[in-house]
């Protein structure tokens, strides 16, 4: 089969397209034939192996994983001998951040605890923009943020792929969302669902008097005190994002996230950062939603399997309009 492999951390010119052996479907795995695949920050963190302490896990010299690419949607074309609640010819979208990657190709073996049936109502590029942004915002927004019908909630990084995603979960929820994005997303977030936006590039969203019972920051360039000063009294930040190592540090130190990242309760332990836990139940919940209309998938670009470099490329600007998909032919 076709994959786009990676043997050094580098630019996006360092994934070059190869013929490799098709994997196989262990037995709680199924062999899915890739349709749609979106990328994420993940694949442009692991593919230039930073922040540098990352490559303790992603490998310390070279990448572990030849293969990048986490989100796929697609069809079932072979199930492993344990398999009972998928079939050949299903039709699926699934996560492959916690098994290795593996997406970037033409057929994955997946793991059935990380894969749902597709929402009926997406096309396969809309359904592989799903997973890794929407369970981030879901998980910042719910489990995280423990988000309340009639709260005021601030999402900072609107437009971007996790941004679009929270501000659509937010207000399925009965939030009162603000949204802060640049001029020339104010409206698309606006169309979205946001009941206010705030331009980054001429306002200051802390420090304007408004508080907020929940804040979930996509970009990660807020301060611990920044977030502090947004926050409503008993109000609770998640943050997904980082612009830096350090600032990824201080948000884990001195926030209060507790051991692997999880949410620890305890003194000042009101923000907190967020490590997206991808699951079949998850993505079911999330198909609910999709199907009652409440969300629907945000596409800035398309791009042809060939042309994945290009659309890692434009992801790794950090100015996406919702998500980058791939169609794979
Ligand atoms: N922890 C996890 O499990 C997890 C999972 C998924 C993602 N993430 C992280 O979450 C972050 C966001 O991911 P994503 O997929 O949403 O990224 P993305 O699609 O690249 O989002 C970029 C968006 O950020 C906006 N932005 C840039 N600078 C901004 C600023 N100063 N203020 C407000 N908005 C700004 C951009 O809007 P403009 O063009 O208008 O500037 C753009 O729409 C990344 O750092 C990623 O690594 C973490």
């Given at each position: 089969m076709k994959a786009f492999i990676y043997e050094?951390?580098?630019?996006?010119?360092t994934l070059r397209m190869a013929e490799v052996e098709k994997p196989a479907a262990n037995a709680d795995e199924v062999l899915v034939k890739v349709l749609a695949i979106s990328v994420n920050a993940a694949d442009w963190h692991s593919m230039r192996g930073?922040?540098?302490?990352?490559r303790a896990t992603l490998g310390l010299?070279?990448?572990?994983?030849q293969i990048l690419g986490v989100d796929i949607a697609g069809q079932v074309e072979a199930v492993g001998?344990?398999?009972?609640r998928f079939k050949p010819g299903d039709e699926v979208y699934a996560n492959l951040l916690e098994h290795g990657?593996?997406?970037?190709?033409e057929y994955a073996s997946v793991p059935v605890d990380v894969m749902s049936l597709k929402p009926?109502?997406?096309s396969f590029e809309e359904a592989a923009a799903v997973p890794m942004a929407a369970v981030t915002a879901l998980q910042g927004l719910r489990?995280?943020?423990e988000i309340q019908p009639g709260q005021q909630v601030l999402i900072n990084g609107a437009s971007g792929g996790v941004g679009t995603f929270a501000v659509q979960i937010a207000k399925s929820y009965g939030a009162e969302v603000t949204g802060v994005t640049s001029t020339q997303n104010l409206d698309l977030v606006r169309s979205l669902g946001a009941d206010h936006v705030v331009d980054y590039t001429t306002t200051d969203?802390?420090?304007?008097g408004r508080r907020y019972d929940l804040v979930l920051d996509?970009?990660?360039?807020?301060?611990v005190p920044d977030l502090r000063r947004a926050l409503a009294e008993g109000g609770k930040a998640a943050v997904?994002?980082?612009?830096s190592g350090v600032m990824l540090l201080r948000v884990s130190l001195r926030g209060g996230a507790g051991p692997g990242g999880r949410w620890s309760w305890g003194?000042?332990?009101?923000i907190a950062m967020v490590s997206a836990h991808i699951t079949t139940k998850e993505l079911e919940l999330l198909s609910q939603l999709i199907q009652a209309g409440k969300v629907r998938p945000q596409i800035d670009r398309r791009y042809p399997f060939a042309e994945i470099p290009a659309a890692v490329a434009y992801l790794e600007q950090?100015?996406?309009?919702?998500k980058v998909v791939v169609g794979v032919a």
């Open positions: 050094k951390y580098g630019p996006p010119e930073k922040p540098l302490f990352s010299l070279r990448p572990k994983h001998s344990g398999v009972t990657y593996g997406g970037f190709a009926a109502n997406l489990q995280h943020g969203v802390v420090g304007g996509t970009v990660g360039n807020r301060s997904t994002g980082f612009t003194r000042r332990k009101d950090g100015h996406a309009r919702g």
